[in-house]
C-alpha cells in the first residue's frame, strides 16, 4: 500500500529531487518565507485579521439595506467558524496521524543526498503541518474571498507546500496529504454546519 499511496512508485522521491535542487539567488529566502507564512502558529493573527476584515466590510453596509447585512453577516460568520473548527480538528487528527505513522523525513530517508535549510528534522514526515494549515485557512475562507483573493490564496497554498520540500523538510506525498486532509475537514465542517443551520432554522420557524 505505502509503495502505490505514498511511493508513488518511485515518483514521489523522483519529484523531490526535482523540486529541492532548484537553487538559485535568494530562494532559500523565499522559501523560509513560505514556510514562516505557513506556520500553524500564526492561526491568532490570520483570525484576528479576518475578523477586523468582516467587521470593515460590514460597517461599509448601509444601515437601510439590512437584508444584506444580514447575508454578508452569515456568509463571514459561517467561515470564521469553518476556519476556527476545522483548525481545531486538523490540529487534533495531525498531532495523532505524525507520532502513528511516524514517516522518516527527507533526510532519514535520503541519508543526507539533499539540500536542507536549517535546522535537519528526521521524523513525523505524512502529513506536512504546514501545508495543512495553509489549504485549511484558504479553503475556509473561499466563500468570502473574491476571484482575485481566491488566485492569491491558492498561490499561498502553493508556495508553502513547495517551500517544505525545498528546504528539505517533507516529501511531496507530504504535502499532498495535508493538503487533503485540510480540504476534506473544511468540506465536512461547512456541510455540518450548512445543516446544522437549516435545522436550527426550521425550528425557529415552527416556534414563531
Not at 486538523?90 to 496521524?97: E, F, K, N, T, V
Not at 502529513?127 to 490564496?153: K, Q
Not at 497554498?157 to 499532498?176: E, K, Q, Y
Request: glycine share 6%.
Amino acid at each position: 500500500m505505502k509503495e502505490i499511496f505514498y511511493d508513488w512508485g518511485g515518483l514521489n522521491v523522483w519529484l523531490f529531487h526535482a523540486i529541492n535542487n532548484i537553487r538559485f539567488e535568494y530562494l532559500d529566502r523565499l522559501m523560509l518565507l513560505g514556510t514562516l507564512l505557513g506556520d500553524h502558529k500564526n492561526f491568532t493573527l490570520f483570525l484576528a485579521l479576518v475578523t477586523l476584515l468582516g467587521v470593515l466590510e460590514l460597517a461599509s453596509i448601509p444601515v437601510q439595506d439590512a437584508l444584506r447585512y444580514q447575508r454578508q453577516a452569515m456568509r463571514w460568520l459561517t467561515a470564521v467558524a469553518v476556519l476556527c473548527i476545522a483548525y481545531l480538528l486538523d490540529s487534533w487528527i495531525i498531532s495523532a496521524l505524525k507520532p502513528l505513522l511516524d514517516f522518516p523525513r527527507p533526510p532519514l530517508a535520503l541519508s543526507g543526498l539533499m539540500h536542507v535549510v536549517g535546522q535537519p528534522e528526521y521524523h513525523h514526515s505524512l502529513p506536512s503541518g504546514h501545508t495543512a494549515f495553509a489549504v485549511l485557512t484558504v479553503a475556509s475562507l473561499w466563500p468570502i474571498l473574491s476571484s482575485g483573493w481566491r488566485v492569491v490564496g491558492v498561490a499561498f497554498a502553493i508556495w508553502v507546500g513547495l517551500s517544505r520540500v525545498s528546504l528539505g523538510a517533507h516529501f511531496p506525498a507530504d504535502v499532498v496529504a495535508g493538503a487533503v486532509l485540510s480540504l476534506l475537514l473544511v468540506w465536512l465542517v461547512r456541510g455540518a454546519l450548512k445543516l446544522l443551520v437549516r435545522r436550527y432554522s426550521a425550528a425557529a420557524e415552527q416556534t414563531t
